[in-house]
């Protein structure tokens, strides 16, 4: 068993067949760990970068694949180099690539030359945005093969997610009667007041680029009503990019909710493995009172159910909208490993205040700003929802 490196964008492209079929026969597949979204992000957020992806082989077959790139992080006082998930921040999910039919000896294996890797060349691994339920995940929280290593955990945030039952009326009878009652009655007055609702796929490459500028229209109309910072330039070139790619292989859900023919809401969604992802929302705030967005998602629901999809992911945050559907929630974790010395802990601490301070940073004040009070709103309807139930 043998480590190598990938760090030009060439060996990248061309592992493209080898890389989807492993994940394919990895128990951890994820669409934020497909080919496809990691190689578009690299092309549009490596400035400053190093590609550093481990790809692990045994017998010439590859067994593992860590999407990894090396960081610098700066502050007044320290500066650190830190290898880390390709996809870091628009990916809901990290984590590595592992073959699912390996056995415990085979996994000892190929952590323990990880480990080797990692103490030869002195380097710090971040590993975000690890769900809690992930093989990859628990082999690094079990720390069997790190007697040489510090390993800190840090629990990032949740995600939410609703296992998909066999019938609408199944998702209905889980929800309290107040908010299944709100759910028709905004259904009824909006049929009622603008018109019929009609929900709408788009499936055909044709009409992409168009739906998906209105999805970005509704997009904004709906950041602006919440006062919240709008997308980057570069991450709205990014995400139509990559929903383009995900949409040739299928893995795109692009949803509407039209009323009386305009859109009134709409859902970049996407799907791998049985999994609908939902990703990024949109809406017009006309219709904010009659919670068009919970009525898109009775849609999508709808729609699960009929092709025998298995689970309806939300994805992180914990918005209350989440908890009135009664969704089931797993933690996103954070994993650093790095040489074990009398300094970890407290080295562990600073890079923790770095990564925060890293990402303050990305916004202007008044973002920032906005981005707290939302926060704060948040947690505030959690908690009168919580208190409800």
Same mark, same amino acid.
């Given at each position: 068993?043998?480590?190598? =490196? ?7 492209? %061309?592992? @493209? =067949? ?65 290898? =880390? ?19 415990? &000896? ?40 790190? /007697? ?21 009326? /199944? ?21 009622? &007041? ?60 692009? %949803? ?46 709808? /729609? ?25 929630? @797993? ?20 890079? &923790?205040?770095?990564?925060?301070? /890293? ?31």
């Amino acid at each position: 068993m043998k480590i190598r =490196e990938i760090n030009c964008v060439d060996e990248f492209k %061309s592992i @493209r =067949e080898t890389w989807n079929d492993l994940l394919g026969k990895s128990r951890d597949k994820n669409i934020f760990l497909t080919w496809e979204w990691l190689f578009k992000w690299w092309e549009y957020f490596s400035n400053n970068k190093k590609m550093q992806i481990l790809v692990i082989e045994d017998q010439d077959d590859i067994i593992g694949i860590m999407p990894l790139l090396c960081s610098t992080y700066h502050t007044f006082l320290f500066s650190y180099n830190v290898v =880390e998930n390709i996809g870091i921040n628009l990916s809901d999910y990290g984590g590595g690539i592992i073959y699912s039919d390996m056995d415990d &000896n085979q996994i000892n294996k190929m952590f323990n030359l990880i480990k080797y890797y990692l103490n030869y060349n002195k380097i710090i691994i971040r590993f975000d945005q690890l769900p809690d339920n992930s093989k990859f995940f628990k082999i690094l929280h079990n720390q069997s093969f790190c /007697d040489s290593l510090f390993v800190g955990e840090k629990k990032t945030g949740v995600s939410s997610y609703l296992p998909v039952q066999s019938s609408l009326n /199944d998702h209905l009878n889980k929800l309290s009667k107040k908010f299944r009652k709100n759910l028709r009655r905004g259904e009824k007055d909006i049929e009622k &007041n603008y018109g019929k609702i009609e929900f709408k796929k788009i499936l055909t490459l044709n009409s992409l680029d168009k739906n998906l500028k209105d999805f970005w229209s509704l997009n904004q109309k709906k950041v602006n009503h919440q006062n919240l910072p709008y997308f980057t330039k570069t991450q709205m070139e990014f995400l139509t990019e990559v929903s383009k790619e995900l949409a040739n292989n299928g893995w795109l859900n692009l %949803s509407f909710l039209d009323v009386n023919g305009q859109h009134a809401s709409v859902v970049l969604g996407f799907e791998y493995e049985d999994r609908y992802y939902y990703y990024q929302t949109g809406s017009d705030p006309n219709y904010s009172s009659y919670s068009i967005g919970n009525i898109h998602i009775l849609y999508i629901l709808e /729609d699960l159910i009929s092709r025998g999809l298995k689970e309806f992911d939300f994805l992180r945050g914990d918005e209350a909208y989440k908890l009135r559907w009664q969704s089931l929630l @797993r933690s996103n974790n954070r994993i650093v490993m790095m040489p074990k010395s009398y300094i970890s802990k407290f080295q562990f601490k600073i890079l &923790n205040w770095i990564f925060l301070y /890293d990402e303050i940073k990305k916004h202007n004040l008044i973002e920032n700003y906005k981005l707290y009070k939302y926060k704060i709103k948040q947690i505030n309807e959690n908690e009168k929802l919580k208190n409800k139930i």
